[in-house]
């Protein structure tokens, strides 16, 4: 595989047409592509760097209020505006959200009940999450966060084997291939990675798959968000890198970790595309993302969209959040609720009655119901199970650690049956 050094405007203009994107990677050359690619901003009428900046302001179609805003007034510029969605897709998207909030609720309370041993609630960011999972077609792979269960739920794992990971079992609950949904990491950063690879996989067996990979705004800071952009620009892969910025890593507000513009800011020096977007407004996210999705998917390389939203509850259940922020912020984004602004919407625009919103409500509860009943089971826990699938073979040291617990194990075990055989 060869590299090649020439970057002059001449070259990264080179095959400038829709048919064949500029930059596009011949796969059986298994050549890198170098440089941005010139045909979207060329399709929209705009310069390349017009194109990689995301819009002067976040988008937003939807106000605080359920208020459709006038298209001069939803942050569009030339190459940036958007398309309204379908009244099918938001309807669909809305019963998401529904669902969504209710399987935060129920998680959290489960929490708190011990059958879970850790929540990271997306309370607040279920518009985002919903529409990380709706903007994909089938095939399509999306790598999630520890927060982004209700996505993964979306996206069409059982909501149970998708818990699986938090109640502490000592695996991910579900096989990332039966839906291309990775597991959820921990690992910050890990699963942007990942997604490169997978979508550099796709890239050359020749398939049309876009990868979706979602970030906080933290791990915008971690050095692998960086070798992953810079990766799948270079190599000019069809991946929307998805982050949430909720304002805070844990404690730390995003004031303390970038002084960036805008998150979205931060493609340009990779040379790929940025956008901003209110992301507690469902419908200006769907419109965003399936432009991104559609753009990765033609060919026109990676896209960043940074969704601006609020963490409502702590950083999880071991998190006091009081202790560094004011319940005045929270106050404020309170009234930014996605769930509410889209109710609002819908119900003024006549696309929501009583008959549905409870047919909605109904489904979320069977889902909650779900996640009580399958976490309410106790399922029988072997401790040497946390070797046994570490590597196919296990080393030395695993052995010996092996051995090691189940010698205290039975030690432990050995004083009850000596009192019960009293
Ligand atoms: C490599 C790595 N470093 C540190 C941590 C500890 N850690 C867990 S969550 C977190 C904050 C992440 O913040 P952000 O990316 O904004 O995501 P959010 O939790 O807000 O969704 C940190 C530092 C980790 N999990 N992995
Ligand atoms: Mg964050």
């Known amino acids: 595989m060869t590299l090649s050094t020439d970057r002059s405007p001449e070259h990264r203009q080179g095959t400038g047409s829709a048919a064949e994107p500029a930059g596009g990677m011949d796969a059986s050359e298994n050549e890198p592509a170098v440089g941005a ?16 900046l995301p819009a002067r302001q976040q988008i937003q179609m939807v106000e605080p209020t359920g208020l459709l805003k006038a298209t001069e007034a939803q942050g569009t510029q030339p190459g940036h505006e958007y398309q309204l969605p ?31 041993a850790v929540y990271p609630s997306s309370h607040g960011q279920e518009a985002c999450q919903v529409a990380a999972a709706l903007c994909l077609s089938k095939g399509d792979w999306l790598f999630p966060t520890y927060r982004d269960s209700v ?21 991910g609950g579900y096989n990332p291939a039966d839906h291309q949904v990775g597991i959820q990491c921990t690992p910050l950063t890990t699963q942007l990675l990942h997604a490169v690879g997978v979508a550099h996989a796709a890239k050359l067996r020749g398939e049309d798959t876009v990868v979706l990979a979602m970030c906080g705004d933290g791990a915008t800071s971690e050095g692998d968000f960086h070798e992953a952009l810079n990766f799948a620009a270079v190599f000019h892969l069809p991946v929307v890198f998805f982050v949430q910025n ?29 956008e901003r ?87 979320a509860e069977a889902v909650a119901s779900q996640l009580r009943t399958g976490l309410g089971e106790d399922v029988p826990v072997d401790p040497q199970d946390l070797f046994r699938y570490v590597f196919s073979a ?6 010996e650690q092996a051995a090691m617990l189940a010698d205290e194990l039975a030690r432990d075990a050995a004083p009850q049956e000596t009192e019960s055989a009293q």
């Open 37 to 52: 690619d010139l045909d979207a901003p060329l399709r929209f009428g705009i310069t390349a760097e017009d194109y990689m």
């Open 277 to 363: 977007v209110d992301g507690n407004d469902l419908v200006a996210l769907m419109a965003v993302l399936d432009r991104a999705v559609a753009l990765a998917r033609g060919g026109s390389g990676p896209l960043l969209v940074e969704a601006h939203t609020y963490r409502m509850q702590a950083h999880t259940n071991a998190d006091d959040a009081t202790r560094y922020r004011q319940d005045s912020e929270v106050a404020e984004w309170l009234d930014k609720d996605p769930l509410k602004r889209m109710r609002t919407y819908l119900q003024a625009q006549g696309l929501l009655d009583d008959a549905a919103e409870s047919r909605i409500a109904e489904e």
């Open 246 to 274: 909720n304002q805070y890593a844990i404690s730390v507000p995003l004031a303390q970790q970038s002084v960036a513009p805008s998150l979205a800011h931060k493609a340009v020096g990779y040379g790929m595309a940025g």
């Open 151 to 171: 996505a993964v739920m979306t996206k069409g794992v059982d909501p149970v084997q998708t818990m699986t990971l938090f109640r502490g079992d000592w695996h």
């Open 86 to 116: 379908s009244t099918d897709v938001l309807l669909d998207a809305y019963r998401h959200l529904v669902v969504g909030r209710r399987v935060n609720d129920q998680n959290s309370a489960l929490v708190r009940q011990g059958r879970m």
């Open 394 to 399: 296990p080393t030395t040291q695993l052995k």
